[in-house]
């Protein structure tokens, strides 16, 4: 088989379109640190995290969370919403759960004692302890650990981090 002019642009346009897709993933904070075969969490959704837990401990007065916890806590997340027969909630049911449960409806307080605006809350507190709590209750399992690690070991994970690994045992980051 002989190659055409065609076939080489052909081939380095895919080689191009390859290298500027990688480029502006790690520049947008697109590149995955972490995989499983539903998808991955990136680099992006990992320091947004990490902000989150740093200004709540900081509002909090506690230590500021070490990276891989965060890093575990949205690899935990990523099961649960990729586990079979999820139903996931909705950002109604969190607003709902702040406001008749918590009796949280003061923004400003909210604000306060957690570092965040009351919708970021709302979507990245509240949201994901709704969907583990639902999924607990429908998977009947006693506690949340437990829940992790049964989830950990229907999924494998791959964490594209060169000092750690997934312990499928405990559902949490480790490291190497």
């Keep these: 088989m002989r190659w055409r002019p065609g076939q080489v642009v052909g081939l380095g346009a895919v080689i191009g379109v390859i290298i ?3 480029f502006f993933s790690w520049y947008f904070g ?12 990136t680099a992006k959704a990992w320091a947004e995290q990490q902000e989150l837990a740093r200004k709540f401990a900081a ?15 949205l690899l935990r997340q990523h099961l649960v919403r990729k586990a079979p027969g999820f139903s996931a909630s909705s950002i109604g049911d969190a607003k709902r759960y702040r406001e008749e449960v918590l009796q949280l409806t003061n923004e400003d307080l909210v604000g306060k004692a957690t570092g965040v605006d009351i919708d970021v809350y709302d979507e ?27 989830l950990s070991g229907q999924r494998r994970i791959w964490v594209l981090l060169n000092d750690a690994r997934w312990d499928p045992q405990t559902a949490r980051l480790v490291r190497k």
């Design 20 to 22: 500027l897709v990688a």
């Design 59 to 73: 509002f909090a007065g506690q230590e500021e969370p070490h990276p891989n916890d965060t890093l575990t806590t």
């Design 124 to 150: 990245k507190v509240l949201l994901p302890l709704l969907e583990q709590e639902g999924l607990r209750q429908q998977t009947q399992v006693e506690s949340l650990d437990e829940l992790f690690v049964q």
């Design 30 to 41: 697109w590149w995955p640190v972490a995989c499983t075969t539903r998808g991955c969490v």
